[in-house]
């Protein structure tokens, strides 16, 4: 799921880097504005595909045996979870806060953080154990986007006291509870805890566009020290910027995804030199970057752009650039474990 990703796009997917699966799973949904949306689970080439359930917005764990994904209805939606083997769905949150707030996978699989609450309240960030259900509570406040260190020892979120994405970052140690505050100026999002470093979107120029400041990624230390710039590159007015998706397993290679008004497509980044390239076409029906392989060298994504409504197949796509390769025709979101 994505994400957030200015207005266009909610849904990303923070995965954690372990090794390439011998027999990988693709999760994608079907249906997504009708009555009845479904989600499927396939091979990575998308073959053998099976229903699990009602529901959207698939999330694949890292080691590939559990689908966590959107249930219920729009008005009163769910976290449901379900094997990948055998489906068999049950529901593991309640009160589940959709809009711009996707799930981040714990490394081991066994847990997932995710956001709870009322609409237009403030929430609360909690870690939930996929075996029991139990929660337990991280902070309250309006969220960003959060996610697991590698080696699973913490939480990297971005969090505000209201809801105007004036966000700041913080790190929270799951074996003490302590939180650490990293950023203090609010203009903190979207945070993807990499093997090598932590990037976020970070809001820049807004004292000189006329519609709102532009986002560029940066790269900050756990400890929230060394804040360097990462990309630089023509944002126009109405658009907002890239946000980050995903790490290769080495930290080498990044995907994002650039948004703004009537705008969304995916974007690769050398975490290297900061040297930007567009993946497929920049148009508003451009490539949705739904997940990174752990190699790095291919991307998963849709066709169709942002809007539910247009006609989208899940593709991959080589990160080097070339032709794309359909693996399901009329599906919106994927992830997989590949």
């Avoid at 909690?126 to 020892?153: E, I, K, L, M, N």
């Avoid at 209201?162 to 999002?189: E, G, I, S, V």
């Avoid at 890239?242 to 705008?263: E, I």
């Avoid at 942002?306 to 025709?329: C, E, M, Q, W």
């Amino acid at each position: 799921m994505p994400r957030a990703l200015a207005a266009a796009l909610t849904t990303f997917l923070a995965a954690a880097a372990v090794p390439a699966a011998a027999h990988a799973t693709l999760v994608y949904d079907k249906n997504v504005t009708t009555n009845a949306p479904s989600v499927y689970v396939a091979k990575d080439d998308g073959t053998g595909g099976k229903r699990v359930g009602p529901g959207r917005s698939p999330d694949l764990s890292p080691d590939g045996t559990t689908l966590a994904y959107v249930g219920g209805s729009f008005q009163h939606p769910t976290l449901a979870v379900s094997p990948t083997t055998t489906p068999a769905p049950r529901v593991l949150l309640r009160d589940y806060a959709t809009q711009g707030y996707p799930i981040a996978w714990a490394p081991d699989s066994k847990a997932l953080v995710a956001v709870v609450g009322p609409e237009l309240k403030a929430k609360k960030l909690v870690v939930v154990d996929v075996a029991t259900g139990a929660q337990s509570v991280v902070a309250d406040g309006f969220f960003g986007t959060a996610s697991y260190a590698p080696d699973g020892s913490a939480l990297i979120y971005a969090k505000g006291t209201k809801d105007d994405f004036k966000y700041d970052l913080y790190r929270y140690d799951l074996a003490t509870k302590l939180t650490t505050r990293l950023t203090a100026d609010h203009r903190a999002q979207n945070p993807v805890w990499g093997p090598k470093t932590i990037v976020f979107t970070r809001l820049v120029d807004g004292s000189v566009r006329r519609y709102g400041p532009k986002g560029e990624l940066y790269t900050i230390t756990p400890d929230g020290r060394n804040l360097k710039r990462l990309t630089n590159q023509p944002v126009a007015q109405l658009l907002f910027g890239l946000s980050a998706t995903q790490f290769s397993a080495d930290g080498t290679r990044l995907l994002g995804q650039f948004t703004g008004q009537d705008t969304s497509y995916a974007q690769v980044v050398n975490t290297a030199t900061g040297k930007v390239r567009t993946l497929g076409k920049v148009e508003e029906t451009g490539y949705t970057g739904l997940a990174l392989s752990h190699d790095g060298r291919t991307v998963l994504a849709a066709t169709g752009g942002f809007d539910p409504s247009n006609r989208h197949d899940i593709i991959t796509v080589p990160y080097a650039g070339g032709p794309a390769k359909v693996l399901v025709r009329n599906a919106f979101m994927a992830d997989w474990d590949r």
